[in-house]
């Protein structure tokens, strides 16, 4: 394995994830099966063999289950295989519990649900970490209810069914007050931990003191910190403000200085971070793949980060405790 790749302690679970995971969000919502099968089977054969899903990424657990089992062609040494399904048990797949998609349930019976299907597609008997997905649809009162997800979701722990249970969302704030359960052992922060945005400073803090893993999504805040040129319109799935653009041109300055690809510092910064186990990168290609690989394990000298810290916008730019 790459050292660019090298494992860490998922908080206090007793899971390890290398410093980048793939995420496949994309992958099961742009991608066919024949595609998606070609992008895992070069995440097996480069050393990405913790994958991170959800019940509502499109396809998603169905492709992966079709790799875990072997019948779309990946072997365990990621290349044409016989179907004999041996990435099973080198591959740790995470995933997450959504509502019925399009109809608001996310109540204790749709939780149960979603993590039955999650099983069949992934074709699995088990779940070593499972998170509770984008809890700000929901009042954190309603999610904690004796009959809420939360409850279903500890339940299904007990039971054996997932081994750990997560919580993935947005608004910093409201991770906190899971974090601060007592009951979560993961969590995924997105769109803040990037070289535009700390909002999740707090929310690391938390986690740190608690034993409480934490995976950082979102690096490249959507594309921004991802191009090396060319217009920069969006971050944050939302139009870049004047301050942000002139962050990015900064950024981009910095990095050409420095001979170092945007992409590359934007991965590094939240791995950097000691109080992060890895970050999850959405690829749609081998070729993207590759490259994000490459970044991975740039070398960067010491001195650009703190021109980097200068260039971070204002705290008042940020997304902050609430932002969605």
Not at 22 to 47: E, F, I, K, P
Not at 90 to 102: I, L, N, R, Y
Not at 300 to 314: G, N, Q, S
């Amino acid at each position: 394995m790459s050292a660019a790749l090298a494992h860490r302690a998922l908080g206090t679970t007793g899971l390890r994830v290398p410093s980048v995971v793939l995420g496949t969000s994309s992958l099961g919502r742009r991608l066919d099966a024949a595609g998606a099968a070609a992008v895992l089977r070069a995440a097996a054969a480069s050393g990405w063999r913790t994958w991170d899903t959800s019940n509502e990424y499109g396809d998603a657990e169905a492709f992966i289950g079709s790799a875990l089992a072997g019948v779309d062609g990946v072997d365990g040494d990621g290349v044409d295989g016989d179907g004999d399904g041996v990435l099973a048990g080198t591959v740790q797949v995470f995933t997450k519990a959504d509502p019925v998609p399009g109809s608001g349930d996310f109540s204790g019976a749709r939780v149960r649900a979603s993590v039955a299907e999650s099983l069949e597609r992934l074709g699995l008997d088990r779940l070593p970490l499972v998170h509770f997905h984008d809890p700000e649809r929901m009042t954190f009162a309603d999610a904690m209810a004796p009959d809420g997800p939360v409850r279903a979701l500890l339940e299904l722990r007990e039971a054996g069914t997932i081994e750990h249970l997560g919580v993935a969302g947005g608004p910093v704030g409201l991770l906190r007050q899971y974090v601060r359960t007592g009951e979560f052992e993961a969590v995924v922060t997105h769109n803040r931990l990037t070289l535009l945005d700390r909002s999740a400073e707090t929310l690391l803090d938390d986690c740190a003191d608690r034993g409480v893993g934490v995976l950082n999504a979102a690096p490249f805040g959507g594309g921004a910190l991802a191009d090396d040129d060319g217009p920069v319109r969006s971050y944050h799935y939302r139009d870049v403000d004047p301050v942000q653009r002139d962050a990015v041109l900064r950024i981009r300055a910095i990095a050409r200085a420095a001979g170092i690809p945007v992409g590359a510092l934007a991965l590094r910064a939240g791995n950097r971070d000691p109080r992060v186990a890895g970050t999850i990168v959405g690829v749609t290609s081998p070729a993207q793949l590759a490259q994000v690989t490459a970044w991975a394990g740039a070398d960067v000298p010491d001195d650009v980060w703190p021109e980097l810290d200068a260039a971070l916008p204002d705290p008042a730019q940020w997304t902050g405790e609430l932002g969605r």
